[in-house]
């Protein structure tokens, strides 16, 4: 499946950000969506997964009750809702496609380009 990430951008401290997450290709509503991110310097860290129904959400716990993520299957899309930003929140966030439910990135197959959010204190 290709994934077309988008969204991003520059935001302060406080503010929000709707990420999206396009697919196509293969069927999307078959895999488990999942969001990461990468901090300049920094490894890439699991933020978000959702179950291919879109009713198993988890997080990482940096952004537990900050961020949502959700899918509409109908639009082939994923999406990630990211309120009350902290400066610590920049980094590039890739989407990526996963056969099974898991905040293991290696174990996702097929990922996005990246979007870049930047949050300006």
């Known amino acids: 499946v290709q994934l077309q990430a988008s969204g991003g951008g520059l935001v302060q401290a406080g503010g929000s950000l709707r990420l999206s997450c396009a697919g196509s290709?293969?069927?999307?509503?078959?895999?488990?969506m999942g969001w990461f991110r990468q901090a300049p310097g920094k490894e890439r860290e699991f933020v978000a997964v959702?179950?291919?129904?879109?009713?198993?959400?988890r997080y990482a716990d940096s952004v537990k009750g900050r961020f949502t993520i959700s899918r509409d299957n109908a639009k082939n899309t994923v999406y990630l809702q990211m309120n009350s930003l902290k400066v610590e929140d920049t980094a590039v966030y890739y989407c990526?496609?996963?056969?099974?439910?898991?905040?293991?990135?290696?174990?996702?197959?097929?990922w996005g380009q990246g979007t870049l959010v930047t949050v300006s204190s």
């Open positions: 290709g293969r069927t999307f509503s078959n895999y488990h």
């Open positions: 959702v179950s291919k129904s879109g009713i198993l959400p």
């Open positions: 990526a496609a996963a056969p099974s439910y898991t905040v293991v990135g290696a174990s996702y197959d097929y």
